[in-house]
């Protein structure tokens, strides 16, 4: 059974790229690893906002995991919507899932795991009572990319 294709619309946080002729390779579609790329700026706009970031002093997030599934090629010229979602939080870490959209076509779905740690120690923090908050307030408002 497929799972539903989402759009853009279910994401509460929404950005995009600009899409660079570096980006292409010999077959003329943009690169794998490039969608990696793009979903890393979807995860940073909304974990290290600089006016509001979720960290508690001395710390960090690290990507514990990252499943990326390809419904598409995207091709140069143009841009690149990216679409994310909190899943689910726990108690040092947050599950994300995220969409890349050229123009209507969802062209991939990813589900990451980030966790939010102390700096000095290398080990997990608790997140704070207030990123609870933010990220609870940035669930899901469509159904859950497969």
């Given amino acids: ?3 539903p294709v989402p759009t853009l619309a ?8 600009k899409l660079r002729y570096a980006d292409t390779d010999r077959q003329g579609h943009v690169n794998n690893a490039v ?16 006016d509001q970031p979720l ?14 599934d390809f419904r598409g090629e995207i091709l140069w010229p143009g841009r690149v919507e990216i679409g994310t979602r909190v899943a689910a939080t726990g108690r ?3 599950t994300l899932e995220q969409a890349l959209f050229q123009g209507e076509r969802c062209v991939a779905t990813a589900r990451s795991v980030i966790v939010h740690v102390n700096e000095a120690s290398r080990r997990s923090h608790p997140l704070g009572p207030d990123a609870l908050r933010r990220l609870a307030a940035l669930g899901p408002t469509g159904p859950a990319p497969r």
């Fill in 35 to 50: 969608f990696a790329t793009m979903l890393e700026t979807g995860r940073v706009e909304l974990l290290l906002a600089s």
């Fill in 92 to 94: 040092s870490s947050v």
């Fill in 10 to 17: 279910e994401f509460p946080l929404k950005t995009h790229e």
């Fill in 55 to 68: 960290c508690e002093p001395g710390c960090g997030f690290v990507i514990a995991s990252l499943q990326v």
């Fill in 1 to 3: 059974m497929t799972a």
